[in-house]
């Protein structure tokens, strides 16, 4: 028999971090997923703004439903532009994915809550400093573990 024997074996998390960064690939994933995350920011405050000023929903709802939306939206760009990761059954996907978000917010909330009421920050500003440092874990749990190949 002259089979060839194929051996995989599984890195440490870290070893992968460190190949995927030097992969030139990964950085174009990495601007798209930046550019889907800045749609679903937009998303997020139109679906908002029209809650509140349109509909006259409270604005406390009304922050769920625009959250609701933006994943939706960025679950969808993210599956099908950034990282092509259609070979899975979408739910499961998307149950990931909403796990990293809900994460990667958690994350964000507490350096937003850190930089305006400990550092005493102006909220834009520091919403703006907490989502760029969200934006890495983000893309690391939706790339390894969300749509891995």
């Not at 024997?5 to 070893?15: D, G, K, M, S, Y």
């Not at 509909?55 to 950034?82: E, M």
Request: glycine share 6%.
């Amino acid at each position: 028999m002259s089979e060839d024997l194929i051996t995989t074996v599984e890195l440490p998390f870290r070893a992968r971090v460190r190949h995927g960064v030097r992969r030139p690939g990964n950085w174009l994933q990495l601007m798209r997923f930046v550019f889907v995350g800045a749609s679903g920011y937009v998303v997020n405050l139109l679906v908002f703004a029209a809650c509140v000023h349109v509909l006259g929903i409270n604005y406390k709802v009304a922050a769920v439903l625009a959250f609701i939306v933006s994943v939706v939206n960025n679950f969808w760009l993210n599956r099908h532009w950034t990282f092509d990761a259609k070979q899975e059954h979408p739910i499961r996907q998307g149950a990931r994915f909403f796990a990293v978000s809900l994460v990667a917010f958690g994350f964000s909330y507490v350096i937003l809550v850190s930089l305006v009421d400990g550092a005493g920050m102006p909220k834009v500003v520091a919403q703006a400093i907490a989502i760029a440092a969200a934006t890495p874990l983000s893309f690391i749990g939706q790339k390894l573990w969300s749509f891995r190949a």
